[in-house]
């Protein structure tokens, strides 16, 4: 069973639509992440999410909002999409946020592409 | 702001040597450190995790240390193989804003 799974793998489209990604994680976690990798390969947090709590990094336009139906989903919808968002988008879990020994486990990736 | 410097960027030795990669960051203040290895293609595998209060932790042939004082991470790998090719991240923070990563080190391993 895949821990932390995200669809879909690849997402080509046209400048100015709407898309989401989904995110699901098997592992009982309380938190959920989305990072982005841009094309240098720099990873970087974009929210972190748990039951009670999102943590916006200011960088993220707000074209960006996650949505969680519940604890074991995160999906990533974004608005009016832009040449820039292109990337490789990455879903992560862990057991909670604030200890110290939390491994984090990462999905496999959604790469985007905006033409 | 947290930074993280990894070096070298990448780097290929041939099979069987022992290898070292660096890492540093700028802000003490963290839970932890990981250290990812991330295939083509693929997500990310975490390897190793140093908690704050902790200077290292092995996992078969790796080994990685920290010393917070200084901002600094060693990867040591062992006796290399081949399939220990990969891009390795190292990461620092943790808690509800996430991991810092560095732009990692391309590694080839020369069979």
């Known amino acids: 069973d895949t821990a932390v799974s995200q669809t879909p793998k690849y997402l080509v489209t046209q400048m100015g639509n709407d898309k989401s990604i989904k995110c699901e994680q098997n592992?009982?976690?309380?938190?959920m992440y989305w990072y982005k990798q841009d094309s240098k390969k720099f990873l970087k947090i974009m929210f972190s999410y748990n039951n009670k709590e999102l943590i916006i990094n200011e960088t993220v336009p707000n074209r960006f909002s996650p949505k969680s139906p519940d604890k074991a989903h995160l999906n990533l919808h974004i608005n009016s999409l832009e040449l820039g968002d292109s990337a490789v988008y990455f879903c992560?879990?862990?057991?909670?946020?604030?200890?110290?020994?939390?491994?984090?486990?990462f999905g496999s990736g959604t790469q985007l592409s905006v033409l | 702001k947290q930074e993280v410097t990894q070096i070298p960027a990448a780097l290929s030795v041939p099979e069987g040597e022992n290898l070292v990669l660096n890492c540093s960051f700028t802000d003490s203040a963290i839970y932890n450190l990981q250290w990812f290895r991330q295939d083509p293609g693929k997500g990310l595998t975490s390897l190793l995790l140093i908690q704050s209060s902790q200077r290292e932790q092995t996992s078969g042939r790796l080994n990685a240390s920290l010393d917070k004082s200084s901002g600094r991470s060693t990867l040591y790998i062992a006796a290399s193989q081949p399939g220990d090719s990969a891009t390795y991240l190292c990461a620092v923070g943790g808690g509800a804003d996430g991991l810092t990563f560095g732009k990692g080190t391309h590694l080839i391993i020369q069979p």
């Open positions: 592992l009982g976690h309380d938190t």
């Open positions: 992560a879990s862990s057991h909670t946020a604030t200890a110290t020994n939390e491994k984090l486990f």
